[in-house]
């Protein structure tokens, strides 16, 4: 009797994914069809080559029909799209997209750059599955003033900083004398990226030139300014615990890139971006953020933006983004993620409902050690003049080489950016094509080179405006009948990376 309840006791040996191996190949055998809907698949670009099944659905076609996994509808009439989620909702309604996932059977999983509660109905509609959390929470999370919370429940501190609704330039005067944190400030309002809600205010004409975009907005985010570099870090938070990426410096307001001061325009990954003790220390605030984050009901893909100031050292937690970014493909290519498996592998892996185990902190540890980042750059080029015109011509999506001379040609074809053999090839992935308008803040596309983009001054290298320059000289546009002029032509309030 006894040995008949000790042998009941016995603990089932675990039957889900052991190690990195298993999970590899269970992705590489995968039978469930996932899509990133989304504008452009460049965010996830080359997930479908680690799994099986995984396709893209996009509304601009970078590839002029080239790439396997993706599928691009027909245009059909649709209302002037006012964010990413309007894109998503517009291809999930598209008779061209439901006869493509219908044709491919099963039960359609979704992922996407942005989604909302719109989304999640269309994607239930469809008999599918979001794996992402619930659009309501990471609209929450989104919140840069809700961050700011989450990161002190966390011990992982923002720069000085006072939470408040603005009435006017008096008020905010008094709040900032009552906060301590001097008048050279910095204010965010909850939502919005790459430069469009982040205002420099140092006096009253600051604040006049954007005083419709705070007062009337809700609690702003109003900081201390301070002399710092901006990075950024990308970190999947799993059951059995979160897995960071490697810390990466962020390309920011350069006017041959951007029109936006403060805005974001790529980056770079290379083993030695900042000290020693600053990537260990962004890794460990990271890794406390992405426990926090598990604690508050999210799971999956995050990205943190840290301040890094130049001084000191001292590092502050900028924003987050709860969910891939325009960073995204950068950490997904690195050479620890050849060597294992890319980050978002394991947030499918999370949604996928397969048990997995995964020592955390081994896998961390590999992932923080140098010899296994190596070094690459993107920068995402809008158009910066304050022009609108037809682009007739645009350079295709391929790989470019620059010549002796500094001129910038197209060599060949392909999408895979590690085909870019040296310093003198480069990754060119198309978004502006002939037909579109370009306006100022639109975007051309995406340049990723091997090597370093900016100096360790954090300006753009001689080389970097080389290519810069030499993709822009190969659109050609011709201007605007006038009479074609009106409110579509408005700069959108929202990027589509």
Not at 68 to 85: D, K
Not at 169 to 198: C, M, P, R, W
Not at 274 to 301: D, H, M, V
Not at 434 to 461: C, H, N, Q, W
């Amino acid at each position: 009797m006894a040995k008949s309840q000790t042998a009941s006791k016995t603990k089932k040996p675990f039957s889900g994914l052991k190690n990195i191996s298993e999970i590899r190949r269970y992705f590489h055998r995968n039978e469930q069809p996932i899509y990133f809907v989304s504008a452009t698949n460049f965010n996830l670009l080359g997930i479908d080559e680690w799994c099986k099944n995984f396709k893209y659905i996009s509304y601009i076609d970078c590839y002029d029909g080239r790439h396997p996994n993706t599928f691009v509808p027909s245009e059909q009439p649709h209302a002037e799209f006012q964010s990413i989620e309007d894109i998503n909702n517009y291809l999930l309604q598209h008779k061209e997209v439901i006869d493509f996932i219908t044709r491919r059977g099963g039960t359609p999983n979704f992922v996407f750059l942005m989604f909302d509660e719109e989304t999640e109905r269309l994607v239930a509609e469809l008999g599918g599955k979001v794996w992402f959390p619930k659009a309501s929470l990471r609209t929450k999370c989104d919140n840069k003033i809700e961050t700011v919370r989450i990161g002190n429940k966390a011990g992982v501190p923002s720069v000085p900083n006072t939470l408040a609704e603005i009435k006017d330039y008096d008020h905010l005067q008094k709040i900032v004398e009552k906060a301590g944190i001097g008048n050279d400030l910095v204010l965010q309002s909850a939502f919005g990226d790459s430069g469009h809600t982040t205002f420099f205010i140092k006096s009253e004409a600051d604040f006049r030139q954007h005083e419709h975009e705070i007062v009337g907005q809700g609690e702003i985010k109003i900081m201390k300014r301070i002399d710092c570099r901006g990075s950024a870090i990308e970190a999947c938070a799993t059951s059995q615990g979160t897995i960071v990426g490697p810390l990466m410096t962020e390309l920011v307001g350069f006017k041959e890139l951007t029109p936006y001061r403060g805005g974001w325009c790529g980056n770079e990954i290379f083993s030695t971006a900042f000290p020693r003790k600053t990537r260990e220390r962004a890794r460990e605030l990271t890794f406390k953020f992405g426990e926090q984050l598990r604690k508050e009901g999210y799971r999956g893909y995050f990205e943190l933006d840290f301040l890094i100031e130049k001084k000191s050292g001292d590092i502050w937690l900028g924003e987050l983004n709860p969910r891939i970014t325009g960073a995204s493909s950068m950490t997904n290519h690195a050479a620890f993620a050849h060597a294992d498996a890319p980050l978002f592998l394991f947030h499918l892996l999370e949604f996928s409902k397969k048990r997995f185990q995964l020592d955390v902190d081994e896998l961390n540890g590999r992932w923080a050690d140098p010899k296994n980042i190596d070094s690459w750059s993107q920068m995402v080029i809008k158009h910066t003049e304050d022009t609108v015109d037809i682009v007739t011509e645009a350079p295709e999506t391929g790989i470019y080489k620059m010549l002796e001379d500094g001129r910038v040609v197209f060599d060949r074809f392909d999408y895979h950016r590690r085909a870019v053999e040296s310093e003198n090839e480069a990754f060119f992935l198309r978004i502006l094509k002939p037909g579109d308008y370009r306006y100022e803040g639109a975007d051309l596309g995406i340049l990723v080179t091997r090597g370093r983009s900016m100096t360790d001054s954090f300006k753009l290298t001689d080389k970097s405006k080389k290519w810069i320059h030499g993709i822009k000289q190969t659109i050609r546009a011709k201007p605007l009948d006038v009479t074609s002029a009106g409110p579509a032509l408005a700069d959108p309030a929202f990027k589509i990376l």
